[in-house]
């Protein structure tokens, strides 16, 4: 009862800020240019903020020495997901400007608005360590080669022109995973930060502004699907694949690895193993649709497919924990 507690408050804050950004466009408040100043505003400012804090406060080197042998489980699902997302994107013919989402549903999850809260209500304060594990890993396979896919995924690039697109080597470094890696260059030179007293005032603006990523994502989508109407809202067939890696495919992975691990004769704890098969099974990432604003691509495709991970994520939440019982 209590994950379907969880799930349920944390889903219906999530769509009571998307249904915000939906009534306020409906009734004329945003002009044309609102949504793409604030895809830019996250990509460029708010989330390299929200990053660099957010390592420096949940991190320190000691924890990130503690949790690698447990990274190895992480970093190999990642890699079996964007292998099998691949090899569907060619087999199923998903055509360019979904592609990026497609893949980035298979691997990537909300892990800081949704698998955080519901993570410290199943299992306390003593899964930390190891949902610190799925957080790294997730955001550092979002933030290079998520982000890339999706850049390389931009159609505007693919339409036969006739003429050669000249790659911008600034993709390969989006401002969120440059915030990252300052972020682990405090952590690995030491450099004091969040504590530091004096620097409070620094602190907090990060704070301030690194909180703006959630809300104003979310009423992002609200302005998408207010612009493209309910009738975008549907499960076509990339839309149920791409839920199918995220809900089931994604978790099966992870929960492999770990079983191969078991029998190969390394510890596992029971809650090390449950936490990071519930951090797999997390909805998509809220901010998947800024991303294909950012790469010219199907915002109203990412826009549905993370709205339905959202919603469905509270039918999928109890199942999961009743499957993994057994760890």
Do not use: C
Request: proline share 4%; aromatic share 12%; no cysteine.
């Amino acid at each position: 009862m209590t994950a379907l507690y969880t799930s349920v408050q944390s889903i219906l804050t999530i769509v009571l800020i998307i249904a915000l950004g939906y009534i306020l466009q409906k009734k004329g408040w945003f002009d044309e240019a609102f949504g793409g100043t604030i895809s830019t505003l996250l990509m460029k400012v708010a989330l390299p903020a929200s990053i660099f804090i957010s390592v420096l406060e949940r991190l320190t080197l000691h924890k990130l020495i503690s949790i690698s042998s447990g990274l190895v489980y992480g970093f190999g699902a990642v890699i079996l997901g964007y292998i099998v997302a691949f090899i569907l994107v060619k087999l199923l013919k998903v055509r360019p400007g979904r592609r990026g989402t497609f893949i980035n549903m298979f691997v990537n999850a909300n892990t800081i608005f949704i698998g955080l809260p519901l993570n410290l209500a199943l299992f306390g304060d003593k899964a930390t360590p190891y949902f610190l594990t799925y957080y790294v890993v997730n955001t550092v396979s979002t933030w290079t080669l998520g982000a890339f896919i999706m850049s390389w995924d931009d159609p505007t690039k693919i339409a036969g022109t006739g003429e050669k697109t000249s790659f911008n080597w600034k993709k390969l470094l989006p401002a969120p995973l440059v915030g990252f890696i300052v972020a682990l260059v405090f952590l690995l030179l030491n450099i004091p930060f969040v504590n530091v007293g004096w620097l409070g005032f620094a602190k907090n603006t990060l704070d301030y502004v690194g909180s703006l990523v959630t809300p104003l994502s979310l009423i992002y989508i609200g302005i998408i699907l207010a612009k493209a109407g309910f009738g975008a809202i549907k499960f076509d067939r990339d839309s149920i694949v791409a839920l199918i890696g995220r809900f089931i495919v994604a978790p099966l992975l992870i929960t492999a690895l770990i079983l191969m691990g078991i029998h190969a004769g390394f510890n596992v704890p029971s809650l090390e193993a449950k936490t990071l098969i519930i951090q797999a099974s997390a909805p998509g990432l809220a901010v998947l649709p800024i991303l294909a604003n950012q790469a010219h691509a199907d915002e109203e495709y990412a826009t549905n497919v993370v709205t339905l991970s959202t919603v469905l994520f509270a039918i999928v939440v109890p199942i999961v924990m009743m499957l993994i019982q057994g760890f």
